[in-house]
């Protein structure tokens, strides 16, 4: 019920948009994993703190709420997962939906005193049966401060877990140095450009250029900022240099190289990454790779057409794994004596 009211009611005009087939999907995903069990949550929590609104100074849960909403507000419309890493799109779920508790429940704790205010003349009569049922006044206002004390402190705790949480991803963000940084927007536009002049079919001596230059560049930065631990980088270099000094070479042989380095740059990857193998951007290349080892007859257009997809697989690698992609050297051992 609570799904369709979301559905139906609050989002009634954005799900009139023409959405996509994932659009769709991913609005429908946030209601089922985030808004639904957030406000499900925090509509039981808030149910707890009716009886210190009835028994309480409604003066002092209002001066306690007040912050506490402010906090959970900024902290809310604050926070974007813009940027957030594809692999913790899970965790990002999680934080935000902290934070969408705690938001909604200090939401509906401020209804609940504004309308325990507004109606007082109502149910102030039937305190007295109610705390004589409870056994007391002394017990009846102990048990709804406890209450009390709970609802906030799963409010407060909520704000905290989700404003940790979304200090971790930050710091998995920011912990690549600027230059490793620039490295990987640099790598990036290389890869998206030379894909971009594969597929729109330049002559072959522009995409042979464009293959040696993206690679130089990435293995030049990879070398500079000891990330890789291979022994090999020279001849790397050699080959990539080939492409960029003699692209009007043939096509056999620019492919040969081409390969070879793609090859040698997922040999360069960090053995470390379990998660690596199985990825779809490296079963792609995989495939690719071995398409073009196999099908000798093909057009230059359409294994240019298979190069350019690898090249966009690459930088989807790239994007996702940041400088983790790649093996650290260790640093070396300061002398004890």
Not at 8 to 21: C, G, K, Q
Not at 155 to 175: E, P, R
Request: net charge negative; proline share 3%; aromatic share 10%.
């Amino acid at each position: 019920m609570l799904k369709r009211f979301v559905q139906n009611v609050i989002l009634r005009r954005f799900y009139e948009i023409a959405l996509s087939t994932d659009e769709r999907k991913l609005a429908d995903s946030a209601i089922h994993d985030k808004y639904v069990p957030a406000i499900s949550r925090a509509f039981i929590f808030s149910v707890l703190l009716i009886p210190s609104l009835l028994l309480l100074d409604t003066e002092i849960v209002v001066s306690i709420l007040i912050p506490t909403t402010m906090v959970a507000g900024t902290a809310w419309f604050a926070i974007s997962l813009a940027t957030m890493k594809q692999k913790f799109e899970d965790f990002g779920t999680e934080l935000t939906t902290d934070l969408f508790v705690a938001f909604t429940l200090s939401l509906m704790m401020l209804f609940l005193a504004a309308l325990a205010s507004l109606t007082m003349e109502f149910w102030e009569p039937c305190i007295p049966d109610i705390v004589e049922i409870i056994g007391g006044e002394t017990l009846a206002k102990a048990i709804a401060a406890g209450l009390a004390m709970v609802v906030i402190g799963k409010l407060v705790f909520s704000i905290f877990t989700g404003s940790l949480k979304y200090d971790i991803n930050d710091a998995m963000l920011a912990g690549q140095n600027e230059a490793a940084q620039r490295f990987f927007e640099n790598s990036l536009s290389l890869l998206h450009s030379t894909s971009e002049l594969l597929k729109s079919g330049k002559a072959l001596d522009v995409a042979n250029y464009s293959i040696g230059l993206a690679f130089y560049e990435i293995f030049s930065v990879i070398r500079t900022k000891e990330m890789t631990t291979r022994e090999d980088m020279d001849d790397l270099f050699d080959k990539a240099d080939d492409l960029i000094k003699n692209p009007g070479m043939g096509q056999k042989d620019a492919d040969r190289i081409a390969m070879e380095l793609i090859r040698s740059f997922l040999r360069s990857f960090n053995p470390d990454l379990p998660e690596l193998h199985a990825h779809k951007s490296f079963i792609a290349i995989q495939v690719e790779l071995e398409c073009l080892k196999s099908n000798d007859g093909e057009t230059q257009f359409m294994t240019d057409t298979r190069f350019s997809v690898i090249f966009e697989e690459m930088s989807n690698l790239l994007d996702e794994f940041g400088n983790t992609l790649f093996p650290q050297k260790a640093a070396p051992k300061e002398d004890s004596s």
